[in-house]
Structures are given as C-alpha cells and as structure tokens.
C-alpha cells in the first residue's frame, strides 16, 4: 500500500511540474509577441514577477521571458 501511495504521489508532482512547465510556455508566447519594446525596469519587474509566482530561479525566469539577465 505505501509503495502504491508514493508511486502515486510521484505521479502527481510530475504532471504538476508537466501542467505548471506548460503554462509557463503559454505566458512566455503572450509575454513575447507584445511587440513594444520594453524598459529595462519593466523587464526586471517582469521577471521578478515570474520568480515570485511561479517559483522560478531567476535562470529560469529569464529564459522564459527571453530576457538578458544583465538588465
């Protein structure tokens, strides 16, 4: 029963990951196709932003975004 019960609950964080990866791609194609180029204060805000709500490491967040990580 308890080997059952982890094997579930391994399956469950690795769809959650797959879900929360996807979403991610989703905000990242509306983030990028604004058209405006933006402030580097917005793009840090942005970034951030991402941190926060997704926890991301800033590695991450930046890939996502397509952003420089110097800005």
Known sequence: MAKRL???DEETNRLK???ADQT???LDDEVNHQGKPTPPQSRRAA???FQHK???SQRR???M???PRSS
Request: charged share 25%; proline share 0%; hydrophobic share 65%.
């Open 47 to 49: 970034v951030a932003t």
């Open 54 to 56: 997704f926890a991301l």
């Open 61 to 63: 967040a930046v890939r």
């Open 65 to 67: 975004l397509d952003q």
């Open 6 to 8: 982890k094997a579930l």
């Open 24 to 26: 991610l791609d989703i």
């Open 17 to 19: 990951k797959m879900v």
